[in-house]
């Protein structure tokens, strides 16, 4: 089955300074990889998602990039603020609809 | 966007007891749901999925006679923890998605077995 690798599990940020996580996949049948951020005592908040279709994709201060020949992923925050201290998730699935597995998690504080 | 509630959010119970958690989707009609296990500071395992009408898929490792998952309707599906023990405690969660929609996550529901 599938298995997600996420590095670092802590990152810690000067506020306005760029962050970066990195995410590995073990099955190359996978499709879809959507990045969640949780923030405590919540439940994880989708904040973008890539198709194996597309090598990056851009939100505002976010981005995601995808190499699938060497199967890993990386999410940049740009200009990074006090409320972008969370705990951010990679995953990794065959689609949408289809389940998808978890990296062991990133913890970014952002330091004033 | 769409919205995932799920119920209680916090629940206290004796060991032994069975715990109902509800997930509803409110906003759109989920084809499938899933089941998540998350403990302190760990990543969310997946624990079962869930389609409306049929029976639901378990993860290796998970009993699927002590977490008994119900999917009756596209907009409700429920989990229920039977016989409840200490090492039952943690952070439950549900998701919901419908055709080409995202995962959309519920708040988690907290269960503490004393």
């Known amino acids: 089955g599938e298995n997600v690798e996420q590095h670092p599990s802590t990152l810690s940020v000067q506020e306005g300074d760029s962050a970066v996580i990195k995410c ?10 959507p990045w969640y951020k949780q923030e405590l005592g919540k439940g994880p ?9 597309v090598g990056e994709k851009k939100d505002q201060r976010i981005a995601v990039t995808l190499n699938k020949t060497a199967k890993h992923f990386s999410l940049h925050i740009t200009e990074t603020q006090p409320e972008d201290s969370a705990v951010y998730f990679c995953a990794a699935g065959l689609g949408r609809d289809d389940k998808i597995i978890f990296g062991k998690g990133t913890r970014l504080h952002i330091l004033p | 966007g769409a919205v995932v509630s799920q119920h209680p959010s916090w629940v206290i119970c004796k060991s032994g007891t069975s715990v109902k958690i509800e997930c509803r989707s409110l906003d759109f009609q989920a084809t499938t749901m899933f089941w998540y296990r998350q403990f302190p500071k760990q990543s969310l395992m997946l624990m079962a999925t869930s389609n409306e009408g049929s029976k639901a898929t378990y993860e290796q490792g998970v009993e699927k006679d002590k977490f008994l998952i119900n999917h009756a309707s596209l907009t409700l599906s429920t989990l229920t923890v039977t016989s409840a023990h200490p090492e039952d405690s943690s952070f439950y969660i549900c998701s919901a998605t419908s055709g080409n929609q995202p995962q959309h996550f519920g708040d988690g529901t907290r269960l503490s077995i004393l």
Do not use: K
Request: net charge negative; glycine share 0%.
């Open chain 1, 24 to 33: 590995t996949y073990s099955d190359s049948a996978s499709n879809y990889f």
């Open chain 1, 45 to 53: 908040q989708l904040i973008i998602d890539i198709r194996s279709n």
